[in-house]
């Protein structure tokens, strides 16, 4: 069983055991880094990076990268035009390797 200090100390290895555990074929992992801006800083950036990783080999078998910036408009809408085009991404590669989707 995987406990809350196992997930704490080593969250990729937790994470990987459990997908085994469920029998997951692969897990989607991603990191999000954003600016955040005060009221002296009006320019904004987001970037999303992530990739599916076999849970047998730990293989990387995709990956997405999206950055955006923007003077104007708030991070909340620069964030989620970047996941929109991050999720766009990981479904037509994993369409390609034959996983179902609803």
Partial sequence: MICKEQYEQHSREAL?????????????????????ANRSQAFHQVEITSRIVDTNNLAIVATSYEQNSAL???LNELSMQS????????????????????
Avoid: R, W, Y
Avoid at 86 to 98: C, D, F, H, R, T
């Fill in 72 to 74: 104007i408009g708030s």
């Fill in 16 to 36: 990987f055991e459990l997908a085994k555990k469920v029998n997951a074929d692969g897990v989607i992992e991603g990191e999000v880094i954003s600016n955040h």
């Fill in 83 to 102: 996941t929109d085009e991050i999720v766009a991404e990981l479904k037509i590669a994993l369409a390609k390797l034959g996983a179902q989707l609803p």
